[in-house]
């Protein structure tokens, strides 16, 4: 299963960042990475901005907590106060969206849910529903897995009036089983910005 496309990349600066739930795993070399860039002028009203995203992998559930730690990171020039590596998408534990996130969501197995992968119990709350006819369900053979949708919002500083936005998400490991990501619903924010992202219902 997969393919090779036979090119490597590099890991963004401050990457990897290793998932705390996958103790002693080192994710492995980047391939295949693929980036969208868009360079923005800040209204003069917007406090932040949002957007949707849906993280899919097929790296789930034979390669949880193993090297084949595939990452979905979005970056921000200038970084968001705080930030040390200008990274926006988060999960509740406060790490990149990966192969090892914990929002992990719709996934399916075998007399489950719950299922195991990787140690690592998962509820997947969401189902297989939107794993469906994406490549990533059931007719791939067994069903894989995807976060559900998901809405980040960053907050910016009021000095703010250009920011280039880096959308990224790179194979490690292998260049073999791929993860996709989605991206919709980009939005500037009026009023208080809560900086995190949360699961949504599209």
């Known amino acids: 299963g997969g393919f090779n496309k036979d090119y490597m990349s590099g890991h963004p600066a401050g990457f990897p960042v290793e998932s705390p739930s996958c103790p002693g795993v080192i994710t492995g070399a980047p ?35 193993s090297q ?7 970056i921000q020039s200038p970084f968001p106060a705080g930030s040390t590596n200008g990274n926006v998408v988060f999960d509740p534990l406060g790490n990149p969206i ?12 075998a007399g489950g849910p719950p299922c195991m992968a990787g140690g690592i119990n998962f509820d997947c709350p969401l189902g297989t529903g939107i794993l469906a006819g994406t490549g990533f369900g059931a007719e791939s053979g ?14 910016l500083q009021e000095s ?12 490690s490991g292998d260049g073999i089983l791929d993860s996709t990501v989605l991206i919709d619903k980009f939005q500037w924010l009026t009023g208080v910005v809560s900086g ?7």
């Open 68 to 74: 084949y730690n595939d990452f979905y990171v979005v």
């Open 98 to 109: 990966s192969v090892n996130t914990t929002f992990i969501g719709a996934c399916g197995c």
């Open 196 to 202: 995190k992202t949360e699961l949504v219902s599209q």
């Open 31 to 65: 391939h295949d990475g693929i980036a969208l860039e868009v360079t923005l002028q800040v209204p003069s009203w917007a406090k932040g901005y949002s957007f949707d995203s849906n993280f899919y992998t097929f790296e789930w559930p034979q390669y949880i907590c």
């Open 160 to 171: 703010t009036d250009q920011i280039t936005i880096r959308f990224t998400i790179y194979d």
């Open 142 to 155: 067994s069903d894989h897995a995807a976060t559900g949708w998901l809405r980040t919002s960053v907050p």
